[in-house]
C-alpha cells in the first residue's frame, strides 16, 4: 500500500540541506504541505540567513508542491512558537513534525568549551525540545501527530571527539520514549531516526564512493515511515546506505544477590553472568522494569 501524506501538513527542521532538504522534497512529492526552517547558520551554528530554507521551497514549488519558508532559531522557544501558529494559520493544521537542525563543535572533552558542549546540546535537545512542545497543543487537539527525532550512533553507542553530541542524541532517545506515553491516547507517535548521511555537517571528510553510498537520499524512506500514518511509536530506525535496522535498549537477565550477599566483590564475582546478553529483555516502560525486579526479589526474599 502506497504511503501518501496528502492533506497533511508536515514542518521540518533544519531543513535548508542535507537530509532536511531530501525529508522535505519527498513529503511534498508525496502530498504534504511542507514549512522548511531552516537557520541558514554554518556548521558550528554560526550566521543564520533565510536563502537555504527559501531555495528549497522554491525547489519544491518548482516540482508542483505547496511549501513556505521560515527562518526560526530552534533555541529559541519563542521562535518556534511563532513557526507554529504561522503553520496553523497558513495550512489550518500541523500532523507532522521532523526534529532535523543541527550542529556540530567537535573537541576531545579535555579540550571541550563547555560554551560549545552547550551550544550543540541547545541545538539538538533544546531545540528538539521546544519544537516538539511549540506543536503539542495542536497535536493533541486534533487527536492526530507524529514526531520524529533524529538520533546518532554518536549518542547511544558513543564516538571519541564528540561528547556534547553525544549527550545530546542519547537525551533525544529519552525524550522520545517519555512523549510516546504522554501522546498516546492523542494518537501522537514519536519515533527517533538514528541517519548516517553525507550532509553539510560531514560531506567534507568522507571520499566520493561514501558520498555516494551514504547520499541523504538513503534515510529518507526509513524516516517517512516513522512519520506515517502507519508509523509505530517509540521506535528508533537506523537507516543509512541502504540498510535499515531497528535499534533497541536491552537488559540481561542479570542476577538476585541474596541478603547479606550484597557487596562489590559479590557483583564482581558474578559479573560474567550479569554482563550476558544471551537472553536479554527489552523493558517497555520504567515502571516494567520496577515490576520485575520488586517480582524478583518477592521470589527470593519474604519481608516480614
Do not use: C
Amino acid at each position: 500500500m502506497a504511503i501518501s501524506f496528502e492533506n497533511r501538513v508536515a514542518i521540518v527542521t533544519g531543513a535548508g540541506g542535507g537530509l532536511g532538504r531530501a525529508y522535505a522534497l519527498e513529503l511534498a512529492a508525496r502530498g504534504a504541505k511542507v514549512v522548511v526552517n531552516d537557520f541558514g547558520g554554518s556548521r558550528d551554528g554560526t550566521g543564520g540567513a533565510s536563502e537555504a530554507a527559501e531555495k528549497v521551497v522554491a525547489e519544491i514549488r518548482s516540482k508542483g508542491g505547496v511549501a513556505i519558508a521560515d527562518a526560526g532559531n530552534v533555541t529559541k522557544f519563542e521562535d518556534m512558537q511563532a513557526l507554529a501558529k504561522r503553520t496553523v494559520e497558513e495550512f489550518g493544521r500541523i500532523d507532522i513534525l521532523i526534529n532535523n537542525a543541527g550542529i556540530l563543535r567537535d573537541k576531545s572533552f579535555a579540550k571541550m568549551d563547555m560554551a560549545d558542549f552547550r551550544a550543540v546540546v541547545d541545538v539538538h535537545l533544546i531545540g528538539s525540545a521546544n519544537a516538539s512542545r511549540a506543536v503539542w497543543d495542536v497535536m493533541k487537539g486534533q487527536n492526530y501527530g507524529r514526531i520524529l527525532m533524529t538520533t546518532s550512533t554518536s549518542g547511544v553507542y558513543g564516538n571519541f571527539g564528540q561528547s556534547n553530541y553525544g549527550a545530546a542524541k542519547a537525551g533525544l532517545v529519552g525524550l522520545m520514549n517519555v512523549l510516546h506515553f504522554e501522546g498516546d491516547k492523542y494518537d501522537i507517535h514519536v519515533n527517533a531516526i538514528a541517519p548516517t548521511a553525507a550532509t553539510r555537517m560531514t560531506g567534507d571528510v568522507l571520499d566520493d564512493e561514501m558520498l555516494v553510498r551514504l547520499a541523504p537520499e538513503n534515510v529518507v524512506p526509513a524516516a517517512l515511515f516513522l512519520v506515517s500514518e502507519q508509523a509505530p511509536s517509540r521506535t528508533v530506525l537506523l537507516a543509512g546506505a541502504g540498510t535499515v535496522a531497528r535499534m533497541a535498549i536491552v537488559e540481561s537477565e542479570g542476577v538476585y544477590l541474596p541478603k547479606g550477599e550484597r557487596t562489590p566483590e559479590a557483583v564482581a564475582a558474578a559479573f560474567s553472568k550479569i554482563d550476558d546478553m544471551t537472553n536479554f529483555i527489552e523493558t517497555d516502560a520504567g515502571l516494567a522494569h520496577v515490576d520485575r525486579i520488586i517480582a524478583t526479589s518477592r521470589a527470593n526474599e519474604v519481608i516480614e
